[in-house]
């Protein structure tokens, strides 16, 4: 039995449960709504459980793995690799072993890998869709080195909704389903009145061990079988976004600051990590594979309180003493062309329109111990293009993100950038 075939009748294994289940709730729907919704959950995972593929030797299902994840190196054949990893629970096991994350392997696979900082030996390159109609946003992994491009993997997409006193992004990992009613909805982006400012907000904390609170109370219904009693779910700030006031247009192009509550400096130092996260979404892990292969939506209510903009403090580089200092990051300043008559950066051909959105971020030199001075120049690190963003054609821009980022906290920032700022411009 050739490697091919072998995945052609997982999948198909796989399509027929779905549809088996499918046929348990039209069944069950007549003999009562919750007593048959029981049973047919029983019954589903019974069948997936003593199916023929759950039963497999660990040394073959180990070696059927490895060989998938090699040979489907690159979207759409990767989708493969989640259908693995959703068969049963030995398939997931080992998909979350042979498997690496974004940092390691540059490759994103699963949902949980939109909130895992991305590659450090380089970029993960994706590009953004607006559409001004809809006020609408998508973010697309790139499946060629082309620029202007129709095709690609959707990652997320954020809706932008004016209000009074603030504009906010909400973001979701459904391209049609945009809303924090939706089990899709990740986080959100907040501004305040001018547009200078900016806070990021997750549901859920950065990691276990965050000194980071929930901006405001909570309240959410939800099936309780598909939520870990661990995981906290909230709307918690993770970094702040400031963009200096420059009104009179005499201090040039936009300045720019990030401050990354979530990343401690010491990320990209030699040796240094992000600490991890808990599951993307407070769903079964099965619906969480899917979900990065098809733009599918639950229907689960869902409500989270925001908080006020008010609550946003001034940006500090010092923490208080016993706290991890953020990573903070700012802008590279451009240099001025004597011949264009204009400030330029280096894209490396990533970007070809000239807008005041382009930008791209680098470590900011903190005044700490140890801090590089004017006789000993910065590490390698801090001089690495961490995230650059930049228009390529209408409505069309490319964002190119790498570790200790997140492709979900890369889509925010860039998401400031469409924000109106006339007292920085």
Not at 249 to 278: W, Y
């Amino acid at each position: 039995m050739s490697f091919r075939s072998i995945v052609r009748d997982v999948r198909d294994s796989f399509g027929s449960l779905s549809r088996r289940s499918f046929d348990f709730r039209l069944t069950g729907h007549h003999g009562g709504k919750s007593h048959g919704s029981s049973n047919d959950l029983h019954d589903q995972n019974i069948v997936i459980q003593n199916s023929c593929w759950a039963s497999l030797p660990p040394e073959l299902l180990c070696d059927v793995i490895k060989r998938l994840e090699e040979s489907e190196s690159s979207w759409p054949a990767r989708k493969h690799v989640v259908a693995c990893a959703a068969v049963c629970r030995s398939w997931r096991a080992m998909c979350k072993e042979i498997v690496r994350s974004p940092e390691f392997c540059g490759k994103l696979t699963f949902p949980v890998s939109l909130k895992q900082p991305g590659a450090r030996d380089g970029t993960i390159q994706c590009f953004i869709k607006r559409d001004k109609s809809n006020l609408t946003y998508h973010l697309f992994l790139c499946l060629s080195p082309a620029l202007l491009v129709e095709n690609g993997k959707f990652l997320l997409s954020a809706k932008r909704t004016r209000r009074t006193t603030c504009t906010e992004y909400v973001i979701s990992m459904d391209a049609d389903n945009i809303s924090r009613s939706s089990s899709t909805y990740i986080g959100k982006l907040r501004s305040n009145f001018l547009g200078t400012k900016f806070i990021i907000y997750d549901t859920q904390p950065p990691h276990t061990s965050a000194n980071i609170t929930p901006s405001g109370c909570t309240s959410r219904r939800f099936y309780s079988k598909k939520v870990s009693p661990k995981v906290p779910i909230g709307s918690y700030n993770i970094a702040q976004i400031a963009y200096e006031l420059n009104v009179l247009g005499t201090r040039g192009p936009r300045r720019m600051h990030c401050i990354m509550h979530s990343i401690p400096a010491s990320s990209i130092d030699v040796g240094g990590s992000v600490p991890g996260q808990p599951e993307l979404l407070p769903r079964s892990l099965e619906d969480s594979f899917r979900s990065i292969s098809f733009s599918k939506s639950l229907d689960h209510s869902v409500d989270f309180s925001s908080a006020r903009f008010s609550e946003i403090g001034a940006l500090r580089e010092d923490d208080e003493d016993g706290k991890v200092r953020p990573l903070i990051l700012k802008n590279k300043p451009p240099r001025w062309h004597e011949q264009l008559q204009c400030w330029c950066l280096n894209f490396r051909g990533r970007v070809t329109v000239a807008s005041v959105k382009n930008f791209q971020l680098i470590a900011a030199t903190q005044p700490a111990a140890g801090a590089p001075t004017p006789s000993q120049p910065a590490p390698p690190e801090h001089d690495k293009i961490i995230l650059q963003f930049g228009k390529v054609g209408k409505d069309m821009f490319t964002m190119d993100y790498r570790y200790p980022l997140s492709a979900f906290q890369a889509f925010a920032i860039c998401l400031s950038s469409f924000d109106t700022k006339l007292a920085c411009e």
